[in-house]
């Protein structure tokens, strides 16, 4: 008898950060630096030239006082499906080097530091400023070499780097299911370093296509939203705020068009 | 062949599509990628066993239990401890940069010794047996000379094993001079032995957990405040619930921010809210009877003093709220089944407080029975398990005594150690009542505000050891530093006492081999005991540090080893000492320094999750996390409304002069509207000196611009700001 074959959509990880939680307290920025060897120099204070893959903005509704309030927003790279996910996120889609590349297996845009030669062009095509660029090369003074992580390669002078979702991690958790016969993981099996180490749980992470992931139904929360999400470039990080005016800033609004409105884009060259 | 344009042209196409068909422009993107990346320089990180071991972290009071992950013997990342009842598993900034404290290049990697002037930074490093006996020396030719009460020591807590080995070593030699770093848990626990009329150590446990409403008095419950993880973790629980949380601050803090409720009062107007509020409880008989009756006393005398200077209108003119907002306040607190909680202790509580401010909250819980019951403030008693045999001589050379900071008797009697009130000690006329200090897990000079002051007087005191893992500003003074191993490199126990309710005790272990040549400080204290031989030999009879705490935490020691901590799981904290002692008048609130006709704005210190401002210095992965609006370049960035801005002349992101009655600083200003005009706020924890370029010389440290202020009734330093000039350079 011919069996069946079972067709299941492809993994697609992405996240949920629920912004009423986030204290900005900065704990998934350190978290990501020491998970993914990211250097530090000794002035970080130009945010133009500072590295940091998950970086925590702060939004103001710009009310005068006391009526003014803040939300934080932390933001890593954002995965995006491109229109219609079909892979071809903004930074994908202008690659020379094919330095980064869009994984259909588990939605993650990859950076693969050797092949990148540092033109740049995936920094100026991404809406997000999700990309950073090695302007020097890494210093770690004193022994701080001895707490790098072998999972992560450490990035040199002239390359691109940006949050890979700590795809090391999946790459661990999935040798660990195939040594025990499986293919499949468990939600806990792969989580981001910022995910684990925020104390409020704002950051919720997981396979958007599996329903049996806390995301896969949060992101279809009320109050949910992405970013640009009418350039239609899909990213996967979603986000939750119960207010209006941090929904609004998602995206770029007329004064008085609606949130939510449709998108100006529909289809993309390319 | 002539060559004329057509063929030139045709040439030049034609190579250009030859080219693009051959691999030539992806063998040479490849190329170029290999040439620009092969540096020798470029680190690759080693491999090895992966495994996790369990520890804790000790950077601030909170408590947190530790996940270590390493690779062979290198530790190579932090996480949080799951199941541990902080922080199960959350951690923070601070904490996953331990590792960069452990390897970083402040660390002291022997025994050394001065060679030059002091402050100088001139070390020759000496191998640990001189040390040692250098350091004995010291202190024999101080008994022999009969001056052993000049021998004081500066620890940053006052429990655990550690600090009470240096505590024994004092009582022994006959010095009462034992004292520790102040935070607003001393200022709470004051307040519990005053009003509640109880003594020993307590200290006020908040049960977040099981409160319906939350006013804070500034408390930074999101940044850093208590425990800062546990009340991050608990602030979220609480919101989910949709319990009500209100901030009580004169700008936007980031906990303003979360709990999306600020009553903006003027600088330091939150006793007098307090006061006010509890007058209206009291005028509208709102108040909780059998609180105010039976055994508690002073209630009459309070309402008295409540009716004649907490009318509405006074205190409607001195917060510059509404009166019906602050009757509104105090009937939602009142309201037995909002189960409330007040607290104070501003921003991360790392300065002590007004003892004004702390009665007339703790007497706010009290008057609506919210002490010592579910869901609101506790007097617990710190987890008592140090029971060493006490010798007679030990008490008996210290009895009688008057410490130096002359805390624990008569003004004072409920304090246990008045850092603060040390300076002016050593600065006044005549020798240094400080003829040697030994100086472990503290920092004051940099913390103690009045750091000219503070400066000076340490430079005063003839001999100073320090027992520091890194190079600090105290350290930098010493005359000999015997190094401590890192903690993550050590044994200790830490007695959490940060406003838990349910004791706690965590166990730092050695996770991964000393990086240096460094030693315990513990057996470091424990070998001076025995090289000064008897008697005070004879009072330290452990062979080793590690013997010592096992012998002490008894039954304890194997699943604390295992498991990382020990907690009472079934603790339910007692309903005693529900007998409160109202006070029929309050201190006066603290004198703002400067003159108010040419400083005309009020300069307040904010504290946050992402720069601290303790004796622990913000690590690089934390100070890159530190945004541009704290820290510009070498510069720190002060908040002001953008109303105050403009009527100074000011500038947004241009520099000006920050002037105070203690000193100035030239800062960049950034215009914010969350904040109160008139108000600025300058971030703590920047302005350290030394070598590390990372953080030195950035900014400018907030004791250097905020004299201290002594609290009439703690003797605590209660200064919460100071009055500055702005104006454009």
């Given at each position: 008898m011919e069996k069946e074959t079972e067709h299941k959509p492809g993994k697609k990880y992405g996240m949920v950060i629920d912004l009423d939680k986030c204290t900005g307290c900065g704990s998934c920025m350190a978290a990501c630096m020491a998970e993914n060897n990211v250097p530090c120099k000794d002035d970080e204070s130009n945010k133009l030239t500072s590295i940091t893959w998950i970086r925590v903005y702060r939004l103001t509704n710009k009310k005068p006082f006391p009526e003014t309030e803040i939300c934080y927003l932390p933001k890593p790279c954002m995965h995006c499906g491109g229109v219609g996910d079909q892979g071809h996120s903004p930074c994908v889609s202008v690659c020379p080097a094919t330095a980064t590349d869009y994984d259909h297996g588990t939605?993650?845009?990859s950076q693969i530091y050797t092949r990148c030669f540092g033109c740049r062009y995936c920094m100026a095509a991404c809406?997000?400023?999700?990309?950073?660029?090695?302007?020097?090369?890494?210093?770690?003074?004193?022994?701080?070499?001895?707490?790098?992580?072998?999972?992560?390669?450490?990035?040199?002078?002239?390359?691109?780097?940006?949050?890979?979702?700590?795809?090391?991690?999946?790459?661990?958790?999935?040798?660990?299911?195939?040594?025990?016969?499986?293919?499949?993981?468990?939600?806990?099996?792969?989580?981001?370093?910022?995910?684990?180490?925020?104390?409020?749980?704002?950051?919720?992470?997981?396979?958007?296509?599996n329903p049996d992931h806390a995301v896969a139904t949060m992101k279809d929360d009320p109050n949910a939203f992405r970013l640009l999400e009418r350039l239609q470039t899909n990213p996967k990080v979603y986000y939750i705020s119960s207010r209006e005016w941090v929904r609004r800033a998602g995206d770029n609004y007329l004064k008085n068009e609606p949130t939510n409105s449709k998108p100006r884009v529909t289809a993309h060259h390319g | 062949m002539k060559i004329d344009r057509r063929s030139f042209l045709a040439l030049g196409l034609g190579a250009a599509a030859g080219t693009a068909l051959t691999p030539l422009p992806w063998k040479l993107t490849d190329d170029i990628s290999i040439w620009t990346q092969n540096w020798r320089w470029l680190p690759v990180p080693g491999d090895g066993d992966v495994t996790m071991e369990i520890g804790a972290c000790t950077l601030c009071p909170g408590g947190c239990g530790i996940s270590v992950r390493k690779v062979g013997d290198r530790i190579v990342k932090i996480e949080g401890l799951p199941g541990h009842p902080v922080n199960d598993g959350g951690v923070c900034a601070l904490g996953i940069s331990g590792t960069q404290l452990l390897y970083g290049g402040s660390r002291i990697k022997s025994p050394m010794k001065r060679s030059g002037e002091r402050g100088q930074n001139k070390w020759s490093p000496i191998s640990w047996d001189d040390a040692i006996a250098e350091v004995t020396a010291q202190i024999k030719t101080l008994v022999e000379a009969g001056k052993q009460e000049s021998l004081a020591c500066i620890t940053g807590s006052g429990s655990g094993t550690t600090p009470l080995l240096f505590k024994r070593l004092l009582a022994v030699l006959g010095s009462p001079n034992f004292m520790t770093t102040s935070s607003m848990a001393d200022s709470y626990s004051a307040v519990i032995r005053k009003m509640h009329r109880l003594s020993g150590a307590v200290d006020a446990g908040f049960d977040f957990e099981n409160t319906g409403f939350v006013l804070s008095f500034g408390s930074g419950i999101v940044e850093g405040w208590g425990s800062p993880l546990r009340m991050i973790r608990t602030a979220n629980d609480l919101k989910t619930k949709k319990v009500s949380m209100v901030q009580v601050e004169q700008r936007l803090s980031n906990t303003a921010a979360f709990t999306q409720a600020l009553v903006a009062v003027k600088p330091g107007m939150e006793a007098d809210l307090a006061l006010g509020m509890a007058a209206v409880i009291v005028a509208e008989n709102l108040h909780n009877a059998s609180a105010v009756g039976g055994s508690s006393s002073g209630f009459a005398e309070f309402a008295a003093m409540l009716k004649q200077q907490f009318s509405p209108d006074a205190v409607s003119a001195k917060t510059g709220l509404k009166s019906t907002a602050i009757a509104e306040l105090a009937r939602k607190f009142a309201d037995p089944a909002n189960r409330s909680l007040a607290i104070c202790g501003r921003g991360q509580g790392s300065a002590p407080g007004s003892m004004r401010e702390f009665m007339a909250v703790h007497a706010l819980n009290a008057l609506v029975g919210r002490v010592n019951t579910q869901g609101g403030v506790y007097a617990v008693q710190a987890p008592d398990y140090i029971d060493w045999a006490k010798d007679s001589s030990m008490t008996a050379a210290i009895t009688g005594k008057i410490r130096i900071d002359e805390a624990g008797v008569g003004a004072f009697a409920h304090t246990d150690s008045l850092l603060n009130r040390l300076p002016a000690k050593i600065l006044a006329k005549g020798d240094s009542p400080v003829g040697l200090l030994l100086v472990s897990e503290a920092n004051p000079v940099y913390t103690l505000a009045g750091t000219k002051q503070v400066m000076e007087a340490f430079k005063k005191i003839p001999y100073i050891v320090s027992f520091s893992a890194t190079m600090d500003e105290t350290t930098a003074l010493a005359d000999i530093i015997l190094p401590n191993h890192s903690y993550l490199e050590r044994y200790q126990d830490i007695p959490v006492r940060a406003g838990l309710v349910k004791p706690l005790i965590n166990l730092a272990k050695p996770v991964a081999a000393p990086q240096y040549d460094t030693q315990n400080v513990g057996d470091v204290v424990i070998k001076i005991a025995k090289a000064l031989e008897t008697p005070v030999a004879d009072a330290f009879p452990w062979e080793n540090y590690e013997d010592c705490l096992a012998k002490t935490l008894g039954d304890k020691w194997e699943p604390m080893k295992e498991k990382g901590f020990w907690t009472d799981e079934a603790f339910v904290p007692g309903a005693g000492a529900t007998a409160f002692a109202f006070p029929a008048q309050l201190p006066d609130e603290p004198a703002l320094a400067g003159d108010e006709k040419t400083m005309a704005l009020v300069l307040l210190p904010k504290e946050s999750m992402r720069l601290w401002g303790g004796a622990v210095a913000d690590l690089p992965f934390v100070l890159k996390t530190v945004p541009d609006t704290d820290l510009k370049g070498n510069q720190v960035v002060v908040e002001v409304n953008p109303k105050t801005g403009a009527s100074l002349g000011l500038a947004d992101g241009k520099e000006a002069l920050l002037t105070t009655a203690s000193g100035s600083a030239t800062v960049t200003v950034t215009f914010f509207e969350g904040i109160m005009e008139g108000v600025v706020a300058i971030p703590k924890g920047l302005g350290h000196t030394g070598s590390e370029k990372y953080i030195a010389d950035k900014g400018v440290n907030t004791g250097d611009l905020i004299a201290p202020f002594e609290d009439p009734v703690s003797g605590l330093d209660a200064a919460f700001g100071t009055r500055a000039s702005l104006k454009r350079a």
């Amino acid at each position: 008898m011919e069996k069946e074959t079972e067709h299941k959509p492809g993994k697609k990880y992405g996240m949920v950060i629920d912004l009423d939680k986030c204290t900005g307290c900065g704990s998934c920025m350190a978290a990501c630096m020491a998970e993914n060897n990211v250097p530090c120099k000794d002035d970080e204070s130009n945010k133009l030239t500072s590295i940091t893959w998950i970086r925590v903005y702060r939004l103001t509704n710009k009310k005068p006082f006391p009526e003014t309030e803040i939300c934080y927003l932390p933001k890593p790279c954002m995965h995006c499906g491109g229109v219609g996910d079909q892979g071809h996120s903004p930074c994908v889609s202008v690659c020379p080097a094919t330095a980064t590349d869009y994984d259909h297996g588990t939605g993650i845009v990859s950076q693969i530091y050797t092949r990148c030669f540092g033109c740049r062009y995936c920094m100026a095509a991404c809406p997000y400023h999700a990309r950073f660029f090695n302007w020097w090369d890494p210093i770690w003074p004193a022994d701080l070499k001895k707490s790098l992580s072998p999972n992560v390669s450490p990035r040199m002078r002239g390359v691109v780097e940006k949050c890979s979702f700590c795809f090391h991690r999946y790459q661990l958790a999935m040798e660990k299911a195939y040594v025990e016969g499986r293919r499949d993981l468990e939600e806990v099996e792969y989580q981001t370093a910022c995910t684990q180490a925020c104390p409020s749980g704002a950051i919720t992470f997981g396979d958007l296509n599996n329903p049996d992931h806390a995301v896969a139904t949060m992101k279809d929360d009320p109050n949910a939203f992405r970013l640009l999400e009418r350039l239609q470039t899909n990213p996967k990080v979603y986000y939750i705020s119960s207010r209006e005016w941090v929904r609004r800033a998602g995206d770029n609004y007329l004064k008085n068009e609606p949130t939510n409105s449709k998108p100006r884009v529909t289809a993309h060259h390319g | 062949m002539k060559i004329d344009r057509r063929s030139f042209l045709a040439l030049g196409l034609g190579a250009a599509a030859g080219t693009a068909l051959t691999p030539l422009p992806w063998k040479l993107t490849d190329d170029i990628s290999i040439w620009t990346q092969n540096w020798r320089w470029l680190p690759v990180p080693g491999d090895g066993d992966v495994t996790m071991e369990i520890g804790a972290c000790t950077l601030c009071p909170g408590g947190c239990g530790i996940s270590v992950r390493k690779v062979g013997d290198r530790i190579v990342k932090i996480e949080g401890l799951p199941g541990h009842p902080v922080n199960d598993g959350g951690v923070c900034a601070l904490g996953i940069s331990g590792t960069q404290l452990l390897y970083g290049g402040s660390r002291i990697k022997s025994p050394m010794k001065r060679s030059g002037e002091r402050g100088q930074n001139k070390w020759s490093p000496i191998s640990w047996d001189d040390a040692i006996a250098e350091v004995t020396a010291q202190i024999k030719t101080l008994v022999e000379a009969g001056k052993q009460e000049s021998l004081a020591c500066i620890t940053g807590s006052g429990s655990g094993t550690t600090p009470l080995l240096f505590k024994r070593l004092l009582a022994v030699l006959g010095s009462p001079n034992f004292m520790t770093t102040s935070s607003m848990a001393d200022s709470y626990s004051a307040v519990i032995r005053k009003m509640h009329r109880l003594s020993g150590a307590v200290d006020a446990g908040f049960d977040f957990e099981n409160t319906g409403f939350v006013l804070s008095f500034g408390s930074g419950i999101v940044e850093g405040w208590g425990s800062p993880l546990r009340m991050i973790r608990t602030a979220n629980d609480l919101k989910t619930k949709k319990v009500s949380m209100v901030q009580v601050e004169q700008r936007l803090s980031n906990t303003a921010a979360f709990t999306q409720a600020l009553v903006a009062v003027k600088p330091g107007m939150e006793a007098d809210l307090a006061l006010g509020m509890a007058a209206v409880i009291v005028a509208e008989n709102l108040h909780n009877a059998s609180a105010v009756g039976g055994s508690s006393s002073g209630f009459a005398e309070f309402a008295a003093m409540l009716k004649q200077q907490f009318s509405p209108d006074a205190v409607s003119a001195k917060t510059g709220l509404k009166s019906t907002a602050i009757a509104e306040l105090a009937r939602k607190f009142a309201d037995p089944a909002n189960r409330s909680l007040a607290i104070c202790g501003r921003g991360q509580g790392s300065a002590p407080g007004s003892m004004r401010e702390f009665m007339a909250v703790h007497a706010l819980n009290a008057l609506v029975g919210r002490v010592n019951t579910q869901g609101g403030v506790y007097a617990v008693q710190a987890p008592d398990y140090i029971d060493w045999a006490k010798d007679s001589s030990m008490t008996a050379a210290i009895t009688g005594k008057i410490r130096i900071d002359e805390a624990g008797v008569g003004a004072f009697a409920h304090t246990d150690s008045l850092l603060n009130r040390l300076p002016a000690k050593i600065l006044a006329k005549g020798d240094s009542p400080v003829g040697l200090l030994l100086v472990s897990e503290a920092n004051p000079v940099y913390t103690l505000a009045g750091t000219k002051q503070v400066m000076e007087a340490f430079k005063k005191i003839p001999y100073i050891v320090s027992f520091s893992a890194t190079m600090d500003e105290t350290t930098a003074l010493a005359d000999i530093i015997l190094p401590n191993h890192s903690y993550l490199e050590r044994y200790q126990d830490i007695p959490v006492r940060a406003g838990l309710v349910k004791p706690l005790i965590n166990l730092a272990k050695p996770v991964a081999a000393p990086q240096y040549d460094t030693q315990n400080v513990g057996d470091v204290v424990i070998k001076i005991a025995k090289a000064l031989e008897t008697p005070v030999a004879d009072a330290f009879p452990w062979e080793n540090y590690e013997d010592c705490l096992a012998k002490t935490l008894g039954d304890k020691w194997e699943p604390m080893k295992e498991k990382g901590f020990w907690t009472d799981e079934a603790f339910v904290p007692g309903a005693g000492a529900t007998a409160f002692a109202f006070p029929a008048q309050l201190p006066d609130e603290p004198a703002l320094a400067g003159d108010e006709k040419t400083m005309a704005l009020v300069l307040l210190p904010k504290e946050s999750m992402r720069l601290w401002g303790g004796a622990v210095a913000d690590l690089p992965f934390v100070l890159k996390t530190v945004p541009d609006t704290d820290l510009k370049g070498n510069q720190v960035v002060v908040e002001v409304n953008p109303k105050t801005g403009a009527s100074l002349g000011l500038a947004d992101g241009k520099e000006a002069l920050l002037t105070t009655a203690s000193g100035s600083a030239t800062v960049t200003v950034t215009f914010f509207e969350g904040i109160m005009e008139g108000v600025v706020a300058i971030p703590k924890g920047l302005g350290h000196t030394g070598s590390e370029k990372y953080i030195a010389d950035k900014g400018v440290n907030t004791g250097d611009l905020i004299a201290p202020f002594e609290d009439p009734v703690s003797g605590l330093d209660a200064a919460f700001g100071t009055r500055a000039s702005l104006k454009r350079a």
